[in-house]
């Protein structure tokens, strides 16, 4: 397994932001999700120093999806970035902290009412419209709340990123925004525009998920400079602003490629600036909106092991604590992770094996087939590279209880969620009534 920011291996013990994993284990338990604090920080300035032109303003929205609790919108408030939201929920765990609502942009393809009450209500920053209706509706409840909102159009611009098939946004049968190939897209735009309850900022798009190929991006600028410049001439409007979305790759394995976030937001700028010069078209604002990219490699997920198993088939097996329920995506996307025995990195990784759950499921193998050091019942297991869509995918399967959150930085740790309690699962339940039988 690769190290990966504060990673340091103290007489064979895993040690992450100054702290070993042996003391988190005894102070929080196991599973237990762990983010580097520093790890986090060091991505979020490169993404800045990256992000930057003479030419128009830049702003990075943290893509809370990935990873969101308050503690990490204390990060995202204290490191100068805004945040997006795609739930009322997410929505609900942003307002609640004491981050200016003016830095609160909001997502997703289907807001209830509830949700655009929230946004208008709460006077956010923006909504980013998915749909000629939706923008119907938002300016309804403008109108019936007295209040005026910044927005913004999701576009489909048609582009097939290479990545996995569920994480692709920009596909032409994609469920997210309006196409710019819509033969009427000049007139939902006209009739956005015209709606006095909103105030129209421009355009965003989103092309997909953990993406390596830059010629995307690039391609992905090219299309909207051109078409954002189509209707600003079209409608005679001045469109200040673009928003270009996240999706930045993010090494997991050695199958994957290390991305310099630094480098590649200077790409990203230098191509925006040589299309704006050669469309003769400007722009005041443009906007990204990392997730993965900040917090995937930053968070690991710490397991106590079980036991083993030899399967008559073969199979080995080595059963940790946690499985699905704390990280999905293998089962999901196949994704793939790396391991380590984190109390015994000495240990030469001699067998392979496959890191298996604990739910009732065939398909809960965090990883399959895998080299891993000598371990046995008790031992400590760390997956790397869990900050991004584990614990914000993680569910009660099996009535399985979330695991704790703690951030590490400097020798300390600080506990960010509590460990789910047994009183937690049953808090909402309600028995039959006596007579119902």
Do not use: W
């Amino acid at each position: 397994m690769k190290y990966l920011g504060t990673m340091k291996d103290v007489d064979g013990v895993l040690e992450i932001g100054g702290v070993l994993v042996t003391k988190l284990q005894k102070d929080y338990g196991t599973p237990l999700y762990i983010y580097d604090l520093e790890l986090m920080e060091k991505k979020i300035t490169a993404l800045k120093e990256g992000f930057h032109s003479e030419k128009f303003k830049t702003t990075i929205v943290y893509a809370s999806k990935a990873y969101l609790s308050k503690g990490m919108v204390q990060v995202v408030d204290k490191m100068g970035l805004d945040i997006d939201a795609v739930s009322a929920g997410e929505l609900h765990t942003i307002l609640s902290t004491k981050i200016n609502p003016k830095k609160i942009h909001m997502h997703g393809n289907n807001k209830s009412l509830e949700e655009l009450e929230m946004c208008v209500e709460g006077e956010i920053g923006s909504i980013i419209l998915d749909n000629r209706f939706e923008a119907k509706r938002v300016a309804e409840v403008c109108k019936r709340l007295g209040k005026k909102i910044d927005v913004m159009l999701r576009l489909n611009i048609g582009i097939d990123a290479h990545t996995h098939e569920y994480i692709k946004t920009a596909k032409h049968t994609s469920k997210f925004g309006e196409s710019i190939f819509d033969k009427d897209i000049v007139e939902i735009v006209r009739e956005i525009v015209g709606k006095e309850e909103l105030n129209f900022l421009g355009f965003h798009c989103h092309i997909g998920s953990q993406i390596f190929d830059e010629l995307a991006f690039g391609e992905g600028i090219e299309t909207m400079v051109k078409f954002t410049k189509e209707i600003s001439e079209k409608l005679n409007i001045k469109i200040p602003e673009i928003n270009l979305g996240g999706g930045f790759g993010v090494r997991y394995t050695e199958e994957d490629t290390d991305v310099d976030l630094k480098k590649l937001m200077k790409k990203i700028v230098k191509s925006l600036e040589v299309t704006l010069e050669a469309e003769n078209f400007t722009i005041e604002k443009v906007s990204i909106e990392p997730g993965r990219s900040i917090v995937a490699q930053a968070g690991s997920t710490l397991y106590t092991v079980g036991g083993k198993k030899k399967t008559f088939g073969g199979e080995k097996y080595v059963f940790i604590d946690g499985g699905m329920t704390d990280n999905i995506r293998p089962a999901l996307y196949s994704s793939k992770y790396e391991s380590v025995v984190a109390n015994r990195l000495n240990e030469e990784k001699k067998e392979t094996i496959s890191l298996a759950g604990k739910c009732c499921e065939s398909g809960d193998v965090i990883i399959k087939d895998t080299k891993l050091g000598k371990c046995d019942e008790g031992d400590l297991v760390l997956v790397s590279c869990t900050g991004a869509y584990g614990h914000s995918m993680s569910s009660n399967y099996n009535k399985a209880l979330k695991p704790a959150v703690v951030f590490v930085k400097g020798g300390r740790s600080y506990l960010v969620s509590k460990r789910e309690t047994y009183e937690d699962l049953v808090r909402n339940d309600l028995m039959l009534e006596d007579n119902f039988y």
